[in-house]
Structure formats: structure tokens, C-alpha cells
């Protein structure tokens, strides 16, 4: 047996879900804890590229992915009223995996869920870490519901407010504000929509996501104050007035929303953690070392790869405990960097539309150019990991 034999995962999201499975698959005596009482998380989608699938086929559970949700390989660029700029195919997935999967967050997380309690692990919900006491070889951790215990490794993958980033930073390399935000609501799928799509917009861009045969989730991005803090009640109005200017089905869903519809709002703050991720036997992963823009749809799809990748690193045991979490940081960052790179440039390009003019612009420059730049983005990630 190697030094490494009992774990505690921190965070029941994709990279947590993912480590705690691959873990307890390994033989690790694994213990996850979720602050949540009930694993209830809203039921906005992701967008899974070939890349996570990848990562998930190794816990068994690909089919159950995409038996759920709705699989696509290609991509359309539209302008306002969907008149076509730009189809991309993209250049990712194989026999076996398409290049995207979308279902609904709360199926992926009940999907991973279970593949960790096969494994072994232990879930803990409504738990969460008040004191953690570091020794050479060791973490003794007392938890918020009083109880005391030893592991041999802590990976913290507790998202983009982590306490474990805290512990081993401060509170240096804490995601900022971009400026811009993300609205969301899940609807009925129109038949036209058959794979991701952005229309794009002055001053914004919408698009949507199928998430199954019968629903999508409709996005949009634009600038937004930050701190901004919307009340509830407001949501319904000022989702249709920032997508007032587009046509097509977009114009058909927004009459057809009612206060009930549930329009969820996020700020976009990126971050990109210099490595090592770790300290002693601390480590983290996820969003709590990476917080990228949605455009790529690779955020989880990133903290499903670190999982897979610490595990494999970790375990791998030719040198120290501690090399090896810098070893799987080296190792994490470079892809890491490039989506989080990519997506935030591509953010600012599609917001730097702001009149009839940038738009025209943006038009000739995306068709000349916006298939060739998301196929090399494909092409890398699509590449061993
Ligand atoms: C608008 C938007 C759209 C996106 N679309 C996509 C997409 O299509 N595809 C994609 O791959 N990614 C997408 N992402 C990114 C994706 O949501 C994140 O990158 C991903 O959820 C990160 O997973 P994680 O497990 O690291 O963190 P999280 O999903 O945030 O999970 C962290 C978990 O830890 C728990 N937790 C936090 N602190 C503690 C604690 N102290 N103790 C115990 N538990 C704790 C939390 O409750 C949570 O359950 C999108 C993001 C946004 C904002």
C-alpha cells in the first residue's frame, strides 16, 4: 500500500464528485463532504466537450451521460436575427464520444454521485471543514459538525469562493469582478435548435444550449455593473429588456416567460491561480484554482480533468507526496491557462461590439476567421491530458 490511503474531498461539484469516484475506484479510503444539506443544486445545464466525457467513460458512467443529455458536434454563429455567419464542425471526439454532450447540472452531479458511492466513498452532506491542522505526513481536520480526523491528503474542490484557496493563499489570487455577467433560463428546445449557438448582439450576446430533446437553456452576456445585486422580482423585466433587440425564437420565448420562469443570474469573474495548487498535503483543484468565462463551455470540464489527473499523480508514488501535487499542478496549468486565455479574449471581442459598424465589422471577421480559431482550441483540448 502506498503513503497515500485515506482522503477527504472537499465540495460535492463536478471536480469533487470526480476526485471522490476516482479515488474510492483506486482504493482510496475516501470521505467527501458537501456544505449543502441535499445535493439540490439548480438545474441550469453544462455543456460537456469530448475532453470531460473522456474523463467520466473512466468511471463508467459515459452511456448514462449521454443517454441524458443531447449530444452535438457542431456550432452556429448567428447575428441578432439568426441569419447565419459562421456553421463550425468541431474537431473534437471520436468513435466513442461525441464532441459534446449538454444535460442538465443536476443530472450530472446525481450521475457522478453515484458513481461515487459505488466506488465506496462516504458522502457527507452538510458538512463542512472549521480547523485544519498540518503535519509532515498527515492533515488532521476537525469538521463543522465537531468530529475530528486524520488523512493522509485534503483536495479541496470547493469552488470559486474556496476556503482551501484561502488557506493556502490568503487572500491573494481571489477571482475579480470582469464587468460582465451571464443570464439564464431553462425552456422549452425550439426544433431549430440543434447544437450551442450565440447570436450575436450590440453591446451583448445571447445564444442557447439543448440540454435534452425537449429543453435548452437560453444565455445571455453583456456588461453588467459590478456588485450588481438585481431583486428577484425585477429578473422577468430586465431579462426582456436586454434581449429586446433580438429576433427569431429568442422574441418568442421572452413573451412566452412568466414571473414563475426561473432567470438565474451569475457575475463572470475570471481567475487563473499560478501553480503549485498545493501546500504540504493541501491541495486544490476545480474552480477553486481556475475561474474561467463560459465560452468555451471547459470550466467543468477543467475540474473533471484536474480530479483525473491529481488521482493519477498522486497515486504514482516515484517521489514525495509534495512533488507530486506541484508535479500535478505543472502538469494542470498549461490547459488550464490556454481556456482560461481563450475565453476571456473571446469575451472581450464579442463585447466590443457596440454599433452597426463593430457589428459589420465582426461579421467579416468571424467569417473569415471564427471557424479556423475554435478548431485549434478543439484540436488542443481534444489532445491527451
Ligand atoms: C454562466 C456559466 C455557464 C457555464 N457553463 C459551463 C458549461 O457549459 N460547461 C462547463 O464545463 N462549465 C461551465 N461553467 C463552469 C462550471 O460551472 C464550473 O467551472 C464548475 O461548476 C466548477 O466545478 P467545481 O466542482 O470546481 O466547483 P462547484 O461546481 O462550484 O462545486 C463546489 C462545491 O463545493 C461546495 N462547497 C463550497 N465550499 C465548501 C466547504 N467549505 N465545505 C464543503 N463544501 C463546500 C459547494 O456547495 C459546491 O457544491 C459555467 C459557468 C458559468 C458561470
Redesign the pocket.
Known sequence: MGDIRRVLV???????LTAAATFARRGMETVL????PAFD?PGI????PAN?LRVYDTLGVLDQILDTGFSYNEMWLFDRDRRLIVEHKFQMGDDRVPAFC?LSRLQLHEILLGAAQRAGAEIRLG???SEIHEEKDRVHVVFSTGKRETFDLVAG???????FRQHLYGTAFVPRPSGYG?W?VQVPRPDCVRGMEFLQGIGGKTGA?PLSNDVMYL?HIRPEAVGANFAGQDYLQLFRDRLAQYGSYVREILASLTADSDIVY?P?EPMMLPWPWSRGRVVI????AH?VS?HL???????AEDAYVLVREVLNDDVPVEDRLVRYAMKRYPRCAFVYTFSGQWLLDEQSVRSEEDLEAARIELTANASARIGASDRLLDGPI
Request: aromatic content about 4%; hydrophobic content about 40%; charged content about 15%.
Open positions: 472537499v465540495g460535492g461539484g463536478v471536480g469533487g463532504i458537501e456544505r449543502r443544486i445545464g453544462l455543456g460537456q470531460a449538454a458538512t463542512t471543514v474542490f470547493d469552488g470559486i469562493r474556496s476556503q451571464a439564464r444550449m444565455f451569475s463572470i483543484g476545480g474552480d477553486a475561474t463560459p463551455t471547459q470550466g467543468a470540464a477543467m475540474a
